[in-house]
Protein backbone atom coordinates (compact mmCIF):
# COMPACT_ATOMS: atom_id res chain seq x y z
CA UNK A 1 0.00 0.00 0.00
CA UNK A 2 3.06 2.32 0.41
CA UNK A 3 4.42 2.85 -3.21
CA UNK A 4 0.40 2.84 -4.21
CA UNK A 5 -0.19 6.27 -1.73
CA UNK A 6 3.12 7.72 -2.23
CA UNK A 7 2.09 7.56 -6.38
CA UNK A 8 -1.04 9.30 -5.20
CA UNK A 9 0.40 11.97 -3.35
CA UNK A 10 2.97 12.94 -6.22
CA UNK A 11 -0.21 12.79 -8.64
CA UNK A 12 -2.26 15.04 -6.57
CA UNK A 13 0.60 17.17 -6.55
CA UNK A 14 1.53 17.22 -10.28
CA UNK A 15 -2.09 18.52 -10.62
CA UNK A 16 -2.16 21.16 -8.61
CA UNK A 17 0.89 22.49 -10.40
CA UNK A 18 -0.84 21.87 -13.14
CA UNK A 19 -3.50 23.73 -12.37
CA UNK A 20 -1.72 26.68 -11.36
CA UNK A 21 0.79 27.46 -14.14
CA UNK A 22 -2.40 27.29 -16.16
CA UNK A 23 -4.18 30.01 -14.58
CA UNK A 24 -0.94 32.28 -14.35
CA UNK A 25 -0.74 31.37 -18.00
CA UNK A 26 -4.28 32.31 -18.68
CA UNK A 27 -4.24 35.74 -16.42
CA UNK A 28 -0.76 36.72 -18.28
CA UNK A 29 -2.03 36.20 -21.72
CA UNK A 30 -5.32 38.43 -20.41
CA UNK A 31 -2.93 41.29 -18.99
CA UNK A 32 -4.36 40.55 -15.26
CA UNK A 33 -0.58 40.09 -14.27
CA UNK A 34 3.20 40.19 -15.24
CA UNK A 35 5.44 37.36 -14.55
CA UNK A 36 7.79 38.36 -12.06
CA UNK A 37 10.07 36.68 -9.51
CA UNK A 38 8.67 34.61 -6.54
CA UNK A 39 10.31 37.53 -4.28
CA UNK A 40 8.46 40.66 -5.87
CA UNK A 41 6.90 41.31 -2.64
CA UNK A 42 10.73 41.98 -1.21
CA UNK A 43 10.60 45.46 -3.22
CA UNK A 44 8.94 48.95 -3.28
CA UNK A 45 7.81 50.36 -6.65
CA UNK A 46 8.89 54.00 -6.83
CA UNK A 47 6.34 55.41 -10.02
CA UNK A 48 7.11 58.83 -11.34
CA UNK A 49 4.89 60.46 -13.65
CA UNK A 50 4.81 64.13 -15.25
CA UNK A 51 3.02 66.50 -13.16
CA UNK A 52 -0.50 66.02 -13.04
CA UNK A 53 -3.78 66.39 -11.41
CA UNK A 54 -3.48 64.31 -8.03
CA UNK A 55 -7.31 63.92 -8.96
CA UNK A 56 -6.42 61.49 -11.91
CA UNK A 57 -4.19 59.38 -9.56
CA UNK A 58 -7.32 59.29 -7.42
CA UNK A 59 -9.56 58.56 -10.38
CA UNK A 60 -7.71 55.84 -11.60
CA UNK A 61 -6.67 53.83 -8.33
CA UNK A 62 -10.30 54.14 -7.53
CA UNK A 63 -11.23 52.65 -10.29
CA UNK A 64 -9.84 49.15 -10.56
CA UNK A 65 -11.88 46.25 -10.08
CA UNK A 66 -11.05 44.90 -6.17
CA UNK A 67 -13.44 42.50 -6.34
CA UNK A 68 -11.87 40.31 -8.71
CA UNK A 69 -9.04 39.70 -7.12
CA UNK A 70 -10.83 39.76 -3.82
CA UNK A 71 -8.92 43.04 -2.14
CA UNK A 72 -10.47 45.78 -0.28
CA UNK A 73 -9.08 49.76 -0.81
CA UNK A 74 -9.49 52.42 1.56
CA UNK A 75 -8.19 56.29 0.31
CA UNK A 76 -7.41 59.22 1.56
CA UNK A 77 -7.93 61.27 -1.57
CA UNK A 78 -6.48 64.30 0.30
CA UNK A 79 -3.40 62.66 1.48
CA UNK A 80 -3.31 60.77 -1.61
CA UNK A 81 -3.13 57.38 0.31
CA UNK A 82 -4.10 54.49 -0.71
CA UNK A 83 -4.23 51.08 1.72
CA UNK A 84 -4.98 47.54 0.27
CA UNK A 85 -5.70 44.35 2.12
CA UNK A 86 -5.49 41.26 0.70
CA UNK A 87 -6.54 37.66 1.94
CA UNK A 88 -3.10 37.33 4.06
CA UNK A 89 -1.29 40.83 3.18
CA UNK A 90 -1.53 44.48 3.33
CA UNK A 91 0.16 47.10 0.87
CA UNK A 92 -0.33 50.98 0.53
CA UNK A 93 0.44 53.67 -2.02
CA UNK A 94 1.41 56.97 -1.41
CA UNK A 95 2.54 59.97 -3.13
CA UNK A 96 5.65 60.90 -2.02
CA UNK A 97 6.40 64.28 -3.43
CA UNK A 98 4.95 66.60 -6.23
CA UNK A 99 6.38 69.40 -7.77
CA UNK A 100 5.59 71.16 -11.29
CA UNK A 101 7.68 68.66 -13.30
CA UNK A 102 6.79 65.78 -12.12
CA UNK A 103 4.91 63.48 -9.19
CA UNK A 104 6.39 60.16 -7.46
CA UNK A 105 4.58 57.52 -5.52
CA UNK A 106 5.92 54.91 -3.57
CA UNK A 107 3.86 50.95 -3.51
CA UNK A 108 4.69 48.63 -1.05
CA UNK A 109 3.38 45.35 0.33
CA UNK A 110 3.39 46.03 4.00
CA UNK A 111 2.92 42.28 5.11
CA UNK A 112 2.88 38.94 3.78
CA UNK A 113 2.67 35.29 5.29
CA UNK A 114 5.00 33.21 3.29
CA UNK A 115 4.75 29.54 1.87
CA UNK A 116 7.84 27.70 0.84
CA UNK A 117 9.40 30.17 -1.50
CA UNK A 118 6.89 32.80 -2.12
CA UNK A 119 4.13 34.90 -1.06
CA UNK A 120 0.93 32.59 0.13
CA UNK A 121 -1.01 34.85 -2.23
CA UNK A 122 1.17 35.81 -4.60
CA UNK A 123 -1.11 35.89 -7.56
CA UNK A 124 -3.16 38.23 -5.96
CA UNK A 125 -0.59 40.58 -4.72
CA UNK A 126 0.67 40.39 -8.67
CA UNK A 127 -2.90 41.41 -10.01
CA UNK A 128 -2.84 44.68 -7.42
CA UNK A 129 0.77 45.26 -8.49
CA UNK A 130 0.37 44.96 -12.28
CA UNK A 131 -3.52 47.27 -12.04
CA UNK A 132 -1.86 49.35 -10.18
CA UNK A 133 1.25 49.57 -12.93
CA UNK A 134 -1.07 50.13 -15.30
CA UNK A 135 -2.88 53.06 -13.97
CA UNK A 136 -0.30 54.76 -13.61
CA UNK A 137 0.71 54.03 -17.51
CA UNK A 138 -2.95 55.34 -18.46
CA UNK A 139 -1.99 58.43 -16.49
CA UNK A 140 0.91 59.04 -18.36
CA UNK A 141 2.39 56.62 -20.78
CA UNK A 142 5.73 57.96 -19.91
CA UNK A 143 5.43 56.73 -16.02
CA UNK A 144 9.12 55.03 -14.89
CA UNK A 145 9.14 53.00 -12.20
CA UNK A 146 12.38 52.35 -9.84
CA UNK A 147 12.54 48.52 -8.25
CA UNK A 148 13.79 49.85 -4.30
CA UNK A 149 14.75 46.80 -1.97
CA UNK A 150 12.25 46.93 1.14
CA UNK A 151 13.87 46.40 4.50
CA UNK A 152 11.66 44.56 7.04
CA UNK A 153 11.68 42.24 9.58
CA UNK A 154 10.29 38.52 9.48
CA UNK A 155 8.75 36.80 12.20
CA UNK A 156 9.61 32.99 13.00
CA UNK A 157 7.49 30.54 14.89
CA UNK A 158 9.19 28.09 17.76
CA UNK A 159 7.72 25.10 17.50
Not at 97 to 124: H, I
Request: some cysteine; overall charge positive; hydrophobic content about 40%.
Amino acid sequence: MGPALLIVCIGIIALIVFFSLKKNQQLTREGKIISRPPNFAENAEIFTLGNTDNQAVFREISSINYDEMSVKMSADGSMQQFRFTGKCWTAKLSQQSCDNSSCVYRFEFTQWKMNDYAPKDALGMNMLLTSVEKAFLRIDGNTTVQNVRLEYRTKHNLI
